[in-house]
């Protein structure tokens, strides 16, 4: 009797091993990189790896476990990657179990893994090559006169620049969103959103209250900016407004002089 216990035993030891081995897992795992060791190859740390169903052959044990690091992860796209375990010194039987039977979806958990988004900024604008659009006053022959409009205006308008932000090119379009314009006599400023209009149609002028050698108009003109990854088509605003200025040559303001003549 107790020698057909003893066989009994075996037997289902017996059929206990040949289950772990022959029964063919399938698993799906979760885990994070931790290096990534050739381009076609990347080495797994793992955790959470749950086996949904079958067991893993007798003596090997289940990958995601602080000792079990020997299996390595060769992409096969869409960030499915298949589980080689020739690396952990399994028998053949054991590796034919095995071998494409784990598949897993790996996503970098790293910050410093994930591409930067590219974001172009008002100081990224201010470093390219606006043009300001020029300024002109008008009298334009090097003097104007007390107490009479001197006419200013600028021709700035859109346009399209081209940079590179993170090694990648961006395409920047700039608008002129204000101007600001110094008279450089001591009066306020002017601020406008118009860009002004030569004589007859002028909409911004100024006169001057007393006569100076060396007048100056300056022009501050502020940007607001568009971006895109050159040829996406998807437009995104730049974060704040960057600025140009400009100032005219100096002119004279002269005072009129009054003759009387007899008629």
Not at 34 to 63: F, I, K, M, R, Y
Not at 75 to 84: H, M, R, T
Not at 155 to 183: C, E, G, I, N, Y
Not at 226 to 231: I, R, S, Y
């Amino acid at each position: 009797m107790t020698n057909g216990v003893g066989r009994y035993l075996s037997l289902i030891a017996i059929v206990a091993t040949l289950f772990a081995i022959l029964i063919v897992p399938s698993a799906v795992a979760a885990t994070t990189l931790d290096s990534t060791a050739e381009d076609d190859v990347v080495t797994v740390v793992g955790d959470n790896h749950q086996s949904t169903g079958g067991a893993l052959p007798a003596g090997v044990e289940a990958p995601g476990t602080e000792s079990s690091h020997c299996e390595s992860y060769i992409p096969l796209g869409n960030n499915e990657y298949y589980i080689d375990w020739s690396g952990c010194g399994l028998s053949e039987k054991q590796l034919e179990a095995l071998n494409g039977t784990f598949t897993t979806i790996i996503e970098p958990t790293d910050p410093e893994a994930a591409e930067p988004p590219i974001v172009v900024t008002a100081s990224d604008v201010q470093r390219l090559l606006i043009s300001p659009g020029g300024l002109t006053v008008q009298p334009s022959q090097g003097w104007v006169l007390v107490n009479i409009d001197t006419i200013v205006w600028t021709k700035a308008t859109d346009q399209t620049l081209s940079t590179v932000v993170l090694d990648t090119p961006v395409d920047v379009r700039v608008t002129p969103v204000d101007f600001t314009w110094d008279f450089g006599d001591g009066s306020a400023p002017i601020r406008t959103t118009d860009p002004g209009a030569p004589f007859p149609d002028h909409t911004v002028s100024h006169a001057y209250a007393k006569a100076t050698g060396g007048a100056q108009v300056t022009l501050s003109t502020r940007w607001a900016g568009q971006f895109q990854v050159a040829g996406s088509g998807v437009w995104q605003p730049v974060l704040g407004l960057a600025t140009t200025t400009e100032s005219s040559t100096p002119f004279e303001v002269r005072t009129a002089a009054v003759a009387l003549t007899h008629g």
